[in-house]
């Protein structure tokens, strides 16, 4: 993905889920797949991603991140009230997530004016 060919890195990411659901390292790959789809602006296949990811590997070390993601395609795509919610949860659903993960959270929420009425 460095080089910028998402697309290949789309179809590698999905063989390697698909192939290998269940390695340690199938977390990991969901959340790339779905950057794979944030990077070049294809919000709606980005959420579907992120919460794919979530949703499948709850305990990977991606999960936080994928729910934070998921949040921040949701505003993205006009969901604010869902992504909002997405997004306060990171830190409620893993308060022992990485520390960057959190303060990201936090970030957000006041960019997007989560928690307050708009």
């Known amino acids: 993905m460095k080089v910028g060919d ?5 179809f590698a990411l999905r063989e390697f ?5 269940k390695h340690e390292l ?8 779905g950057e794979t789809f944030r990077v070049r602006q294809l ?4 959420a579907t991603a992120y ?3 979530y949703q499948k590997y709850p305990k990977s070390s991606k999960a936080p991140v994928n729910l934070l993601k998921l949040g921040v395609m949701l505003v993205q795509i ?5 992504g909002c919610l997405m997004i ?6 893993y308060p022992k997530a990485n520390q960057s993960v959190i ?14 009425k708009s």
Request: proline residues 2%.
């Open 26 to 33: 199938a977390g990991n790959a969901q959340y790339w797949y």
């Open 88 to 93: 306060l949860g990171v830190k409620e659903q």
């Open 51 to 53: 919460l794919d990811g």
């Open 103 to 116: 303060q990201k959270a936090e970030y957000e929420k006041k960019k997007f004016n989560c928690g307050k």
């Open 17 to 21: 889920i698909d192939v290998n659901p």
């Open 78 to 82: 006009g969901e604010k009230t869902q």
């Open 43 to 46: 919000y709606q296949d980005a």
């Open 6 to 10: 998402y697309e290949t890195a789309e």
